[in-house]
């Protein structure tokens, strides 16, 4: 059975940095893509991040572009999302997605989510 | 604002079918089979219940379908049940600096 578990949202003050994290369970992890998603608070889903199951290619929303950085350690299953100079407008919840074959577009798994409040 | 454009609510009664519409340009739902649609309940992560425009996943009722006809997609239930009531969205591909875009949701009430 999939599971994917996220980690490390807290709350920060705006220009502070943060580390999400991802477990991954049930799946053979090193051959999927992997998104991150948010949805602010009574807001609707924003998707922000992606990696290619290899690794060696990342792409990111406008809203985030130069500020976060996806990655994945394949070989403890785990997918992170580094945040810098966070902003009031990144409070979210971030969710960890499972991208669906063959085509990689659209989420297939979701966790549950972490949520990252951004407040001074 | 969203890239792609849904109602922000929609009603029906249980039994009665009704359509979601997912509106967006040429340079993603006019050009990419690529929409999927998603549920999402209170409190809860979104599912997934429709890929690349039509195709359900397995566990999936047979009462979600989906269609797309030049920049617009629609997710269609028939048969509304009280489990139906939900948000919904779209998403797809764009061609865009941004890899996938969604719409802003759909809150469906079952009356």
């Known amino acids: 059975q999939v599971h994917l578990v996220e980690s490390g949202g807290d709350l920060v003050q705006p220009g502070r940095s943060l580390r999400l994290s991802c477990k991954a369970s049930?799946?053979?992890?090193?051959?999927?893509?992997m998104h991150w998603v948010r949805q602010a608070p009574g807001k609707g889903l924003e998707w922000v991040a992606m990696?290619?199951?290899?690794?060696?290619?990342?792409y990111y929303a406008d809203s985030v572009k130069g500020r976060v950085a996806i990655s994945r350690d394949t070989s403890k299953d785990t997918l992170f999302l580094d945040m810098d100079d966070l902003r009031v407008e990144d409070t979210a919840v971030y969710y960890c997605?499972?991208?669906?074959?063959?085509?990689?577009?659209?989420?297939?798994?979701w966790g549950q989510g972490t949520l990252v409040t951004v407040s001074s | 604002q969203s890239a792609l454009t849904q109602p922000a609510s929609l009603s029906g009664s249980p039994g009665q079918s009704i359509t979601i519409s997912c509106t967006g340009t040429?340079?993603?739902?006019?050009?990419?089979?690529?929409v999927s649609w998603y549920q999402q309940h209170p409190g809860t992560a979104p599912t997934l219940i429709i890929f690349?425009?039509?195709h359900r996943p397995s566990g999936i009722s047979h009462r979600f379908s989906a269609s797309k006809s030049g920049n617009t997609a629609s997710l269609t239930i028939s048969g509304l049940q009280p489990e139906d009531e939900a948000d919904y969205y779209c998403?797809?591909?764009?061609?865009?600096?941004?890899?996938?875009?969604f719409g802003g949701g759909t809150k469906l009430t079952v009356l």
């Open positions: 049930g799946f053979s992890f090193s051959g999927y893509g």
């Open positions: 690349d425009v039509t």
């Open positions: 040429n340079t993603d739902i006019g050009s990419y089979d690529y």
């Open positions: 998403a797809s591909y764009t061609s865009d600096s941004t890899l996938v875009v």
């Open positions: 997605v499972r991208a669906g074959r063959p085509s990689f577009y659209f989420f297939d798994r």
């Open positions: 990696i290619w199951y290899h690794g060696n290619s990342q």
